[in-house]
């Protein structure tokens, strides 16, 4: 047998007992060996019947062993057998078979591949996508969101509030306590999960939904969820993923220690992808995690809030600060204002320049690493134009397909060819660079966002209402000069040349700018 090296491996075993939940009832794992010796311990699942599976995604090229291992002893249908496969290099342009799986980097501060490649993280919220998408559309999403320079996709990996029950009115799994796996409804998923790499992009699933019934992580105990979160893991963990281990939930104070037990039982022993954690609105649990070795980035959520007090917790508190704080992590706003949701407080909905706002303030506040965009018709998979079920506060949401090429998603577009430009993973929060902060604690709309390379190459500011922008610059290497960039339209104006150690330059427009400031060439 042979397989290609970063894709998925699959081996079915035929149980010799059906077993009454198999979820509880026993464990199966198999233990793969590479050619350098190395082990990884995979977790089989049950997908019904008599049938487990376990999936595998080898890192090395060569001949690899496996061997499974049943916690029935008696079942020697699942204990005592062995094999081998032979992983081959990987003949294709699919970026993630080519530079492997998503790992942090040497400095812990952004993402790369496995060959160290700077890995960009623009996802997209599509938490019903996975779940709700028929396959078709399903596929006509992943390819403009390629084509759109997104790189990840998040989803929700079980019934929630949002979607109670799938198409067929059946459920992830069966009771609150004890509770009994319905294949079924994951294998609806499987190939919607598989699509997402293939077109190139990265699976970022929420293991365990947190926020109200009957989110499983707001009803079911704590070892139901174990047992629910290795399940999935098991499942998809041969895929490119990123973990989401809970979402949208409160894991401050006491409330983390549940969380942290999970992740430990989840991940402890197995943790062969990047994971973090989805929170509720302006809640910040960098804190309680910091010293999980299965926490590997800070995920938080600047929400759909639009009041002084929320914009003010974002650019102003704990998201400006935890790049200074050990040990280092990516910082990633998983869930920034939604384009066409209804802000909470003002009850008017988001447009494409509250989205750009938030993107761009959330890439230059920390440390430049990835940000999430979201649109109100996408994350509900509107078939029509609705209500979101659970959400009525959210207003009525579009159609995805009349969503999925908005104003807003052209703007991210527009910044992921912006950063691809420059080389933004040298990029870390510079405001001494602005001698004029037009922005304040009373109005924090207008905050000046600053970043420059460490090396002071070039530094970017974004301005969301144009003005006059005054600047330090003698930082930067001389000759210097200055370029406009329109981020509604993705055009650079003339080149200034700078040569003042203090610099004034006022926008083109009232509307919102970057500008890059970096040496002559």
């Known amino acids: 047998m042979e397989i290609m090296i970063w894709r998925m491996l699959e081996l079915t075993f ?14 199966v794992y198999v233990v793969f060996i590479s050619p350098s010796g190395k082990k990884y311990i995979i977790d089989a699942f049950w997908d019904g019947g008599k049938i487990w599976k376990v999936r595998f995604c080898p890192d090395q090229i060569g001949e690899w062993k496996w061997y499974i291992e049943c916690s029935d002893k008696t079942n020697d249908s699942l204990n005592s057998k062995s094999g081998s496969f032979l992983c081959i290099p990987y003949q294709g342009d699919n970026p993630l078979y080519q530079h492997g799986t998503i790992k942090l980097s040497d400095n812990r501060r952004f993402f790369v591949h496995s060959d160290k490649r700077p890995f960009f993280l623009l996802s997209d919220t599509a938490w019903n996508g996975v779940l709700k998408a028929k396959i078709n559309d399903w596929e006509e999403y992943l390819k403009i969101r390629k084509e759109q320079g997104f790189t990840a996709i998040q989803f929700v990996s079980t019934h929630w509030r949002a979607y109670p029950v799938d198409e067929y009115g059946e459920t992830a799994y069966r009771g609150t306590e004890k509770i009994q796996i319905n294949p079924e409804f994951f294998k609806r998923l499987d190939n919607k999960v598989a699509m ?4 190139g992009l990265v699976a970022m699933p929420v293991i365990l939904w947190a926020l109200k019934p009957p989110s499983p992580g707001a009803i079911l105990p704590e070892q139901d969820l174990i047992k629910l979160a290795r399940y999935i893991v098991a499942r998809w963990g041969a895929y490119h993923v990123i973990w989401i ?7 401050r104070g006491e409330k983390a220690e549940r969380w942290k037990r999970i992740g430990r039982e989840v991940f ?3 943790h062969y992808r990047l994971v973090t954690m989805h929170p509720g609105g302006l809640h910040w649990v960098a804190d309680e995690f910091r010293n999980e070795d299965w926490f590997d980035f800070v995920g938080y959520q600047s929400g759909h809030g639009d009041s002084v007090a929320d914009i003010r917790w974002f650019v102003f508190g704990p998201p400006t600060q935890e790049y200074l704080k050990k040990p280092t992590r990516p910082v990633i706003n998983l869930e920034p204002n939604y384009e066409f949701h209804l802000a909470y407080q003002s009850k008017k909905p988001f447009n494409a320049f509250h989205v750009r706002r938030a993107l761009y303030w959330s890439l230059l506040i920390s440390p430049t690493c990835g940000v999430s965009y979201g649109n109100h018709g996408i994350w509900c998979w509107a078939e029509k134009d609705e209500i979101p079920i659970g959400h009525p ?7 995805w397909k009349k969503a999925l090429k908005s ?5 991210v577009k527009i910044l992921k060819t912006f950063f691809s430009s420059i080389n933004w993973w040298e990029l870390i929060p510079f405001q001494d660079l602005l001698i004029e902060q037009l922005g304040t604690i009373e109005n924090p709309y207008k905050k000046i966002v600053a970043s420059k390379s460490e090396d002071d190459d070039f530094a970017i500011v974004y301005i969301p209402e144009g003005g006059m922008l005054s600047l330090k610059t003698d930082f930067i290497k001389s000759p210097a000069v200055a370029k406009w960039f329109n981020v509604r339209t993705g055009n650079f104006l003339n080149e200034i040349e700078i040569s003042e150690k203090i610099t004034k330059l006022k926008t083109p427009d009232s509307e919102d700018w970057i500008l890059l400031i970096s040496k002559k060439l």
């Not at 281990?245 to 894991?251: K, N």
């Not at 104003?407 to 703007?411: D, F, P, Q, T, V």
């Open 407 to 411: 104003e807003g998603a052209n703007s």
């Open 268 to 270: 402890g022993k197995r």
């Open 245 to 251: 281990l809970g979402g949208d939930g409160d894991y």
């Open 14 to 27: 035929e149980s010799k007992y059906e077993y009454l939940n198999p979820l509880w009832d026993v464990d």
């Open 196 to 199: 997402i790499n293939h077109y």
């Open 393 to 399: 506060e959210s207003g009525i949401a579009p159609s």
